[in-house]
Every structure is written in structure tokens, then in C-alpha cells.
């Protein structure tokens, strides 16, 4: 019999238009008057001004308030234990890295953390892990998840529109994410967590169906940005990634390791659900629908991608996480997957011919 460990998920959860300003009140609530505050690179500059004023008047006091810019463990180590003892959270605005460092520093100071993403690159604001740098490599390590997760649609709608594709990417993932750990569990790896897949297959479903103008309307960006949160519940609930990362992301992390320069996480991911969707011959048309719509592809096209490095990705991914038993731990799927790299019509738009 498996146990069910108890599960911790935010106390706060707010995602709309000017969220930020109201960051002040949300602590103010659970009684987090003593903050430290890490911002993303640059983003005193964008924000700054935003955020001080509701903390101000909410009578929060910001014990500490800088910029950021290192995902670096031992970095973050001594961060973590130079805050006052009388920090009640910590509060990290901004991209992936700050929110990595900030859900670290809390997570081994035992303080409650409060995810401000300022983009909707990739679920990594609503995920229970931190991905740092540890002796010289990216690497993935356990926290914990937000206590409060703070998005302001208005923030995101301002960002760089790749962040939004990005996101995209990240969230249709879950489409090929679950067939693989469905079909992992049938060859006796791993242990399906029924609710966790609800929970994931509810958030991507809801948001593919989600009619839209533009990819900037609030109703798509709130969407995206719950259905995120949504999956990185999913994952708490597993105790494990295995509802939001399948042999897609290993794809992507293949192509992090490969790479001089990857893309954002997300649009490596995109491309990679498109083809796994197709050698699963699961949903691949509904894939294809959401980024072509979205104007995912167009953006893709743009980034002079190689199909060389896809396929060199495709044959290292098994051994980004061996103890796991996706499609791509196959070798009819992972030739199927290269076989697509070069013949598959979209493919060919998107990605170089070296
Ligand atoms: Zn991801």
C-alpha cells in the first residue's frame, strides 16, 4: 500500500491583472511582516517602486531588498544563513533564477516562500524543486513548494513575448508528460498517482481549450499561468516530477547539456512535445493546433535551430534520467522521434538542415 504523505500546497494564490499591488496586503494576512526581498537582474529598476509602495502601505517591513543574480549553491548557502533571525519569508521577484534561489534560501532556513514570477518561461515557479549550480552543473535539488504564488498577468503581458511562448511550450508538455508516465508505470517503473494526473491533464486540457483573440488577452495569459501552478501541484502531489516531465523534457535537458546556448526551457520543450506527441500518436494534432495558433512555430522558425543537435539530444536523453522508462528509453521510438527530425514537414520549417 502506498501512503499518502501529506501534501503541502499554497496558502497564497493570486493570479490577475495588478496582483503586485497587492503584495503587501497578502502578507500582511499571514501575518509575514519581516520580508527579505531578491529581485531578477534589472528588475529594482522595473518594479522597484511597485512593490515598495504596497509594502509600505501594508506596514511590512522589507529586512532586506536587492537584486540577485546567481543560482550558484554555495551562493546561496551563505545567503540563506546571513538573513535575520527575525525574517518571516522570503519574497523572490523575477525570472527563473531569483525564483530558484529564493525557494532554496527558505526551503533551508524552514521560512515560508513567495513565488513572484515576473515571466511565464517555464512552471518552475510553481515547482517544488530548485534547479542550481552545483560543483559547475545545472542541477535539480529538492525544496519545497511556494507558500504563496503572486502573478501579476499585467507583468507578464509586458514581458518579452518569447517568455509567453515559452510557457506555452512548457504547459502543452503535460500532454506527452502523462502518456509517458502512464506508460512507464505499465512497464512496471515507477507508481501512477491517479489525482496527480487529473490534476495535470485538468490544467493542460483547460488551458488548450481556452478561446482566445491574442495570446496577450487577460483570459490566455491567466490561463497559462494557472494551469502552471496547477501542474506544479500535480507534481507535490506525486512527490515526484514525473506528472509534468516526460521524454520531452529530457529532450530539452539533452539539448541543455549539448548546447553552448540552449533556448528557453519552454521552447525547447514546445518543439519536443510536437515530436514525441507524433511517436506517441497521442493528441499530435491538438499539439500542433496550440502552436501553430499561438504563433509558437513562427517564433521557433526564427531561432535557426539545428536538426544535428536534435538528433544527438534525442540518443543522450535516456541517460538524463535512467532510472526512468519513457518512449525514449526505446530505441523503435527514439529512432522514430530522429526519423521525424528529418521528415516531418513542420520540423523542416523550424529547424536548419545541419
Ligand atoms: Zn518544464
Known sequence: MRKNDSISIPVILKVGKGALEGLGQCLLDEGLTDVVIWFGNGLIDLFGLKVMESLKKSGITALEYQELDTVDIDDIITLAFSLSNQTKAVVAI??????????????????????????????????????????????????????????????????????????IGDMVSKITALYDWVYETEHGVGALNDFAVMIA???????????????KDEIFLKELLDS????GIANEIAGNSAPTSGSEHLISHAL???????????????????????????????????????????????????????????????????????????????????????????????????
Open 94 to 167: 523575477g525570472g527563473g533564477k531569483v525564483i530558484d534561489a529564493g525557494k532554496y534560501a527558505a526551503f533551508l532556513r524552514g521560512l515560508p516562500f513567495i513565488s513572484v514570477p515576473t515571466s511565464s518561461a517555464n512552471d518552475g515557479f510553481s515547482s517544488a524543486s530548485a534547479s542550481l549550480i552545483v560543483d559547475g552543473r545545472r542541477t535539480s535539488v529538492p525544496a519545497r513548494l511556494a507558500y504563496g504564488i503572486l502573478v501579476d498577468t499585467e507583468v507578464i503581458r509586458t514581458a518579452p513575448e518569447k517568455f509567453i511562448y515559452s510557457g
Open 256 to 354: 541543455d547539456k549539448l548546447l553552448e546556448t540552449p533556448q528557453l526551457h519552454g521552447i525547447q520543450v514546445g518543439i519536443a512535445t510536437y515530436i514525441m506527441a507524433k511517436v506517441q500518436n497521442h493528441r499530435h494534432v491538438r499539439v500542433n493546433t496550440v502552436l501553430t495558433e499561438t504563433g509558437f512555430w513562427d517564433y521557433a522558425a526564427t531561432l535557426q535551430m539545428k536538426r544535428s543537435d536534435f538528433l544527438r539530444a534525442i540518443d543522450l536523453s535516456p541517460a538524463i534520467k535512467p532510472h526512468r522508462y519513457t518512449y525514449l528509453h526505446e530505441e523503435q521510438y527514439r529512432e522514430a522521434a530522429k526519423e521525424l527530425v528529418m521528415t516531418d514537414e513542420i520540423l523542416q520549417r523550424i529547424l536548419t538542415a545541419d
Open 201 to 215: 491533464k485538468k490544467a493542460v486540457n483547460s488551458f488548450v481549450r481556452t478561446p482566445y483573440a491574442s495570446i
Open 228 to 231: 502552471l501552478s496547477m501542474s
